[in-house]
């Protein structure tokens, strides 16, 4: 039987060996830093704290270690006191995609992908190139050139970073979503940013289910203003009669018919030139549109990969991603540090539950990158790839998209691979990388995210704001960072910026995320601030809820929100059980035990309610707020953000809590 899991353990599941530690490039790093800089830094704590003393210097040593292609100046850092405001590297000139292109051997295979058991892919940086070089003469052109937009509504295949690539080594600025996307959430991201290029695949595969999307392109693609040209990329193998029926369609082969590979050409842009604008998951109103700057972006995933990942050229990075979550960004920044990328679109449990393992054996993924959910579903599948499967090149998992529970943590050594860096990490569409992750020289304990990143001042605030440790607050960022957003979209005077990150905390980032220090030094999330729960005063974090709750063997996965109740607010819990179970009495008492027991008498819900479905945003995430809006007789503001919006109905006028 599972024993109940506490928050945080003075034992570790796994420490890095003393030879790992000494080949690590944190290590390499360090010798670098104290060389250049006459410093002692002795391990990673000491590395942080100078990173974050001594910015202008620590960036200047990521722009070597990712060996930039680019004007770097003679500045590294002005107005380093405003945030935002501050200006990192003002002089500098670079291009995002020259350094995602940066010469490799031809033959090198530079993407692998896999759509689901239904295509299987390599394409080697010679044919990444050529197809680039097409790409980037169809869209000249088109008349595409600086600061213009290209979005794309596209599966996780290699085409959608070729279109990456050729579009912002133009200058333009990219931003994609997946295809599960209804036509009302394209348009509420694509319409408020006017793509001069619009590119779609004719569908996708999902389940083993073919989806075809041409009806939902054809009620999209007139209402995009500006778009002079829509591009169908095959899929399915219908790109032509997609693109008949589209205005302005064309299919992605006559669109480069005309143009043979020839020598790429870069525009290099001021640092901060915008590259990728993201979404927010717009469950609260229309999504906002978050745009980064081509080198904030490029030094902070070249820290994270290089650094924080310990990845090595040659290594194979795997992302289960979608390409409307900001990890797919963050996935394709790997090319930088001459990574082979691992793609897959498709359901993670298709064919088989193991499919994304057979993946990882057989193309010997070095970093497993994932979501907490998935790991959480394993782990109820009872499946054991550490007994079936050869992962002996695997080095690192990553997990992120919530927190990772603490029995996940357990399973994870116990079941997959016993010898491995497991880092949750945590951060997101903000800040388009990481604001806590893992550090590779250092002990993994469960229930905590390992360290703060390197160069982000990082600390956990009361109400008052001081900082505090040991107690719960809010996570923030006291100085500037890199790849803070150049802006929003359509924010020209930075109001609903500002609103975003500095209303609570003057000069101060706010995250949104309900945080807590350990005494090793880690940190745990506890939820989204936004959604955290106030019984009697009393701040409580869902996730913590969830550890708990989602140990009691029938409950497949679990969603809590606070009712205001007789003047105060009470818990209410919402859960999905597995097939046959009910909520009976001796369940429900079970539940409530095992979160008294695990977590605190506060933690226990008020009321315990069964439901058939959770609402969750497409990249996977619970929406507490969107239940509670409908719990509370509000109205949700954008329910195309949600993958299943159906499942909000199961929470309408319910009796249960009435009483």
């Known amino acids: 039987m599972e024993q109940p899991m506490v928050a945080a353990s003075d034992e570790p599941l796994w420490k890095p060996s003393p030879e790992r530690i000494a080949a690590s490039a944190i290590t390499a790093f360090i010798h670098a830093v104290n060389d250049r800089h006459g410093t002692s830094l002795r391990d990673y704590r000491d590395l942080h704290a100078w990173s974050i003393a001594h910015p202008a210097d620590f960036w200047e040593r990521v722009w070597d270690l990712g060996e930039v292609i680019g004007e770097r100046g003679t500045v590294p850092l002005a107005d380093a006191d405003r945030m935002p405001g501050a200006r990192f590297f003002p002089e500098a000139r670079l291009n995002y995609a020259e350094n995602l292109l940066r010469p490799r051997d031809a033959g090198e295979i530079a993407l692998i992908f ?8 390599h394409m080697s940086f010679g044919e990444l190139t050529a197809l680039v070089s097409r790409l980037q003469q169809a869209l000249r052109a088109a008349g595409v050139g600086v600061g213009d937009r290209i979005a794309a509504t596209m599966p996780n295949m290699p085409e959608t970073i070729a279109i990456m690539l050729a579009a912002t080594s133009l200058g333009a600025i990219f931003s994609s979503c997946s295809p599960d996307f209804g036509e009302r959430g394209i348009l509420d991201r694509f319409g408020q940013i006017e793509p001069k290029v619009y590119f779609a695949c004719d569908g996708y595969w999902y389940a083993g289910k073919r989806v075809a999307i041409g009806d939902k392109l054809k009620a999209v693609v007139p209402h995009l203003p500006g778009t002079v040209k829509t591009v169908i990329i095959p899929y399915l193998g219908d790109a032509e009669a997609v693109a008949s029926a589209l205005p302005n369609g064309v299919a992605l ?23 990728f604008i993201l979404f927010s998951s717009g469950t609260t109103g229309a999504p906002k549109c978050i745009v980064h700057g081509a080198g904030g972006t490029l030094l902070q995933h070249i820290k994270e990969h290089r650094l924080q990942c310990d990845l090595v050229p ?17 996935l394709v920044s790997g090319l930088a540090s001459r990574l082979t990328l691992c793609l897959f679109d498709g359901s993670p449990f298709a064919p088989s539950p193991s499919a994304l393992f057979d993946y990882a054996q057989k193309e010997g993924f070095a970093l497993f990158g994932t979501s907490a959910k998935y790991i959480d579903s394993l782990r109820k599948e009872g499946l054991r790839p550490c007994e079936t499967h050869d992962l002996s090149k695997l080095k690192a998992l990553t997990s992120t998209g919530s927190p990772l529970a603490p029995a996940d943590f357990a399973y994870v050594y116990e079941a997959i691979k016993p010898d491995l860096h497991l880092a949750s990490i945590s951060g ?6 990481c604001f806590v992750l893992g550090d590779p020289t250092a002990p993994v304990y469960r229930g905590e995210i390992q360290a703060p990143g390197l160069g982000m001042a990082i600390e956990v605030w009361s109400d008052e704001g001081k900082p505090v440790v040991g107690e719960r607050g809010e996570l923030v960022c006291t100085r500037p960072f890199p790849c803070m957003p150049v802006m929003f979209w359509n924010d020209p005077e930075g109001v609903k910026y500002h609103a975003a990150y500095f209303e609570r905390f003057d000069n101060v980032w706010c995250h949104g995320d309900f945080a807590e220090w350990t005494h090793h030094g880690g940190i745990i999330i506890h939820g989204r601030s936004d959604a955290t729960l106030n019984p009697q005063g009393v701040r409580i974090g869902t996730a913590e809820i969830y550890a708990q709750a989602e140990q009691v063997p029938e409950i497949v996965e679990a969603i809590a929100i606070g009712q205001e109740w007789d003047n105060d607010v009470r818990v209410v819990l919402f859960v999905r059980l597995k097939a046959g179970a009910v909520l009976d009495a001796e369940l429900e008492k079970r539940i409530k035990t095992q979160i008294r027991v695990g977590a605190s008498p506060r933690h226990v819900p008020a009321k315990i309610v069964a439901v058939a479905d959770i609402p969750r945003t497409r990249s996977g995430k619970i929406t507490e707020l969107a239940v509670r809006d409908v719990v509370h007789n509000r109205p949700v503001k954008n329910t195309e953000a949600l993958a299943n919006p159906e499942a909000l109905d199961l929470y309408r006028d319910l009796p249960e809590l009435s009483a």
């Open 114 to 121: 896999h759509g689901e058991d239904k295509v299987e892919r």
């Open 253 to 275: 082969d006559a669109f480069l018919a005309p143009y043979a590979p020839a020598p790429l050409t870069f525009e290099r842009l001021p640092f901060n030139h915008p590259v």
């Open 314 to 330: 040659g290594d194979r990075l795997f992302y289960f991603t979608t390409c409307g979550w900001m990890m797919w960004n963050w």
């Open 428 to 433: 997101g569409t903000d800040i388009v990388s």
